[in-house]
């Protein structure tokens, strides 16, 4: 949070792009919404690098309305920069986030400040009722199936787009890569309260995930969300195990295969079982060397990793929230 920034109680940031036709709507809604809250609040337009026009837009729009902030990137880097940008030039002590990629009604995000009020650290919005393709409905709730399952947790919209949370939130999560997508499991990891509230999915036209590289970059993400939330602190858990039940599976077949020749039951050379042993060993082997080096490097800086997060210190019978 910059230092002449005025603190504010709300924050929206909306991330834009290319969106020179929506943002006077994005705008006249944003205001509706954050006026009905009764405290200061502002508005930070961040467009990432748009090229039709909607930063001229947005500048207009600033110089009419005070409560308004404009971040323009200089090249487009995405919704998790986006969102980070917004965050360090806000200044409310509650953020909400709107992606530009979903089309809801912004009138309800007083709804998703509401339930922060209501004792939640997180609130994710969860587009109800859903009016987009059917095969981004089916993409969406396998996704959620997945991360749930993964995860340990009982969500329905992971990846909404929409969410507020308490800016405290992002003292302790890092913004970057496309995790933006997963800051519930994240702050669910670090044991803040996580809750969903309806919003409305407006009609309109909406992009379809078609191609199969998008699925492979979700499923990854999935992949490093669930290794950041379970093993980043004990990566020998994680790489260990699986070098583990290589190097046992590979020592059995060449163990097999070793009691096989010495019955003289038949030869061995240049069966592909002795080089998928002899691989299977070799892989085992570099998965736990992998992890006793991530092993190596946590403990050299334990002192800088804080796996803990303290949410009440009580001095004297005084509570003081963290």
């Given amino acids: 949070m910059g ?28 205001e509706a919404a954050l006026s009905t809250l009764g405290g ?27 409560h308004v902030r404009v971040l323009r990137m200089r090249s487009r880097f995405g919704e ?25 009604n912004i009138r309800q995000i007083p709804g998703l400040f509401r339930r922060l009020e209501e004792g939640y650290d997180y609130v994710i919005g969860r587009r109800h ?3 987009d393709a059917l095969l981004n409905r089916w993409v969406s709730g396998l996704f959620n199936a997945m991360i749930n399952r993964l995860c340990k947790l009982r969500l329905r919209d992971v990846n909404s787009g929409v969410f ?21 499991v994240l702050a669910a ?11 409305e999915q407006l009609t309109g036209n909406f992009r379809v995930s078609r191609y199969p590289n998008e699925y492979i970059r979700r499923f990854l993400d999935i992949i490093t969300v669930f290794f950041l939330t379970r093993y980043s602190k004990k990566p020998i858990h994680f790489m260990g195990f699986l070098g583990t039940v290589c190097f046992i599976v590979g020592l059995g ?5 070793f009691v096989y020749r010495i019955l003289q039951m038949g030869p061995i050379a240049g069966r592909p079982l002795l080089i998928l042993g ?33 949410e009440m210190v009580i001095e004297r019978g005084m509570e003081k929230t963290s």
């Fill in 189 to 199: 990891q670090q044991g803040y309260r996580i809750g969903e509230a309806d919003i």
């Fill in 129 to 131: 009722p859903r009016r």
């Fill in 278 to 310: 002899a691989l299977l060993l070799v892989i085992g082997i570099q998965m736990i060397s992998i992890g006793l080096l991530g092993e190596m490097i946590i403990f050299t800086h334990a002192g800088e990793i804080q796996e803990y997060n303290i």
């Fill in 164 to 184: 507020a949370t308490r800016r405290r939130v992002f003292e302790r999560i890092a913004v970057y890569g496309d995790l933006n997508h997963f800051l519930a």
């Fill in 253 to 257: 077949i060449e163990v097999y295969l």
């Fill in 3 to 30: 230092e002449n920034y005025k603190s504010m109680d709300y924050s929206l940031i909306v991330s834009v792009c290319d969106m020179a036709g929506e943002v006077d709507r994005l705008h006249a809604d944003a």
């Fill in 80 to 104: 998790a920069s986006a969102l980070d940008a917004g965050i360090r030039h806000s200044s409310g002590e509650s953020v909400a986030f709107l992606s530009g990629r979903v089309n809801v």
């Fill in 40 to 66: 200061m609040w502002e508005i930070i337009f961040v467009d990432d690098a748009s090229t039709d026009g909607t930063a001229e837009r947005l500048l207009e729009i600033s110089r009419k309305d005070a």
